[in-house]
Every structure is written in C-alpha cells, then in structure tokens.
C-alpha cells in the first residue's frame, strides 16, 4: 500500500512548513488526488490516520478533493471530460488524445492553528 510511503511524505513536507510557520499547531491538509494517480482515496485517508499518529499532524485531519479526468482531443483538438479505461474524446469519439487532468496528486493547502487562542477567528488559522 503505497499510500502509507505518500502519507510518510506529506508529513515530512508539513513539518518543513510548519517550522516556517512558528510551530504552530496543523489543523487540515488539503490534498487533490486524480483517478489516474494510483492514489486510492479512501486508502490514502486511513493511511493518513494511521501515520499521523505521534507526529507533528497528529490532531490534523485530511481533506480529500478528488478531479476529473480531462483530455484534449489531437484530431480535433476540443476538450472534454473522460473516464478511467474509456479515455476518448467526447466530442468526436478519438483514442488519440492528450492527458489535461486527471493524474495528480497535489498538496493544495495545509492550515495551521494558532497555539494561543483568541476570540478573533481570523487570527487562529494560518493558510499555506
């Protein structure tokens, strides 16, 4: 499962951000995982939960956003959405086409929390 390694390695790249943020506590990671990635959403989320523990996102929760496989077609060169094992273009029915999204796997954002908290709720989170 190599979800867990990616999870391994999501946390070691928090950790770099979070010392630039003045240690403050993590409170959500927002990842984009394609349908092509390898990545299996669920999988990545109990990897997540899992791996997290005794670390630096040990209270930190996993957002998952997830894409949509989209192609550019080479004959006729319209953009369409597509789906896995089925990636043609919708538009003239081609197999010749060009990945546009679909196989990534993106940090998006980490939010951090503030150790002090205020009454102020603008002043307790921090966006990477």
Same mark, same amino acid.
Request: charged letters at 20%; one cysteine or more; a negative charge.
């Given at each position: ?11 070691? *790249? @928090? ?7 003045? +240690?403050?506590?993590?409170?959500? #990671?927002?990842? /984009? ?21 005794? *670390? @630096? ?7 998952? +956003?997830?894409?949509?496989?989209? #192609?550019?077609? /080479? ?21 010749? *086409? ?31």
């Amino acid at each position: 499962m190599h979800e867990m390694s990616l999870c391994y390695s999501l946390l070691d *790249t @928090i950790a770099v951000h979070q010392r630039a943020n003045m +240690d403050k506590r993590v409170g959500i #990671v927002h990842v /984009k995982v394609g349908p092509l990635s390898g990545v299996e959403p669920d999988l990545l989320h109990h990897a997540f939960l899992s791996c997290r523990t005794h *670390t @630096i996102g040990d209270q930190a929760t996993l957002k998952i +956003d997830t894409s949509a496989i989209k #192609v550019r077609c /080479k004959l006729c060169g319209e953009q369409s959405y597509a789906v896995v094992n089925r990636i043609i273009c919708a538009s003239c029915g081609s197999w010749q *086409t060009e990945l546009i999204q679909g196989d990534e796997f993106i940090l998006q954002q980490i939010e951090f929390i503030a150790s002090a908290i205020s009454t102020d709720p603008k002043e307790n989170r921090h966006v990477w």
